[in-house]
């Protein structure tokens, strides 16, 4: 029987590769799925294309969506990215690396490929817990998308078929993240997580993301494979 | 007092080009969106600049989006367009001119734009009365997309504004449409609604397209000063 496919967004980092192991692990042929978004840094969209290599996707599509022309995030000008925050910090409201509507936008596009491929599974690794505090990462979030992305497709409205968001990590920690990963055979030296990572590839080790995967390898008791500069 | 910004989705039809008349009679400042999403003719565009010069938009973008990498649609494939089809047949099911999530996409862009601009305000010219047949133009996608944006940004979760999706056209009747345009003073001239243009740019007056455009201006009264080649 061939494998059902899905759609996995998947950015090259910790836990977009972790949801990638997990949809090839519940038997679904994965379709991944990288934007170029005008992001400052482009080592994340080469992980993302070793990442889809390494764990059999199906297929690996990278779309061009401009979002620079927005303006509006760190991740996307040249902000300075803010580094050593501490767990209190990173908790308490939005970042500046928050990109406009970037999941209603990465997962608009997820779905219009999903409905291309007759797919009715979309993956993504956002999680809610030890989280950078982005709107959109919340699970209300995720099932209002899922309402629009039934009342909004052919396939929903008119094929009478139910697409299904998956978050499989929305309730886990990163130490829970990083310790399925690692038992699924990931191996996490091919994920790049880091917003401010060197030219070279080192990551900068203080960053919000850095310090929550930092934070994720040493509860779950494993020293994190990736490169950092200090 | 400054004018209050609104993002308004212009195509450079006769459509959206009546709700960027009606958001600047409401006293709105338009930022017009127009999408370069892989579409077979660019008239479409050329036209979408005209409007947003004529009626006064304060900024028009146009976004890139690589709509056609996911093929699927007979308006970014080269399936033939349909035509001559009869009102009841274009009113049954969703034809092969539909682009899989398509307002879903360009709503989730419009609302990252908006949320840039700090604007609570977004103008959609959809319409559920004279459509295609598209599930993404009925009025209860249009709410549940307007809870994916209070819930997925900073200025609807955390800002405590309410977004708010205004689609002034939904339940008018394309006679209705072409007759408020007119007393706003639109000059349809300016405007390309048809699917299969000329290179030249005249309308073909067979699509589902053009035979709802011309069956409004009929219903009007007007004549359609648009130009066709039959």
Redesign the interface.
């Known amino acids: 029987m061939d494998e059902q496919k899905a759609v996995v967004l998947l950015s090259g980092g910790l836990d977009s590769t972790t949801v990638v192991a997990i949809a090839r692990e519940r038997g679904f042929a994965v379709y991944a799925l990288s934007f170029d978004y005008g992001q400052n840094h482009r080592q994340e969209l080469d992980s993302a294309a070793r990442v889809a290599k390494v764990l059999g996707a199906a297929r690996h599509?990278v779309?061009?969506?401009?979002?620079r022309?927005?303006?509006?995030s760190a991740l996307t000008t040249d902000q300075p990215i803010p580094k050593h925050r501490s767990a209190a910090e990173i908790g308490l409201?939005?970042p500046v690396t928050?990109?406009?509507?970037?999941?209603?936008?990465f997962?608009?596009?997820a779905?219009?490929?999903a409905?291309?491929l007759d797919a009715v599974d979309i993956f993504l690794g956002v999680n809610a817990l030890d989280y950078s505090g982005y709107?959109?990462c919340?699970p209300?979030?995720i099932a209002?998308?899922e309402?629009?992305?039934n009342?909004?497709?052919?396939m929903?409205?008119?094929g009478g078929r139910r697409i299904r968001l998956h978050a499989p990590l929305i309730s886990m920690t990163k130490k829970e993240i990083v310790q399925t990963g690692l038992s699924l055979g990931v191996d996490y030296s091919m994920t790049t997580t880091c917003y401010d990572p060197a030219p070279t590839g080192e990551a900068c080790g203080g960053c919000d993301a850095c310090l929550l995967r930092l934070k994720g390898f040493a509860e779950a008791g494993v020293r994190d494979p990736a490169v950092y500069r200090q």
Not at 63 to 67: A, E, P, Q, R, T
Not at 98 to 105: F, I, K, L, S
């Open positions: 599509a779309v061009k969506v401009d979002l022309s927005f303006g509006g409201g939005i928050y990109v406009p509507a970037r999941n209603t936008v997962l608009s596009l779905l219009a490929w409905e291309t709107p959109d919340r209300e979030f209002a998308f309402r629009v992305a009342l909004g497709t052919k929903g409205a008119e």
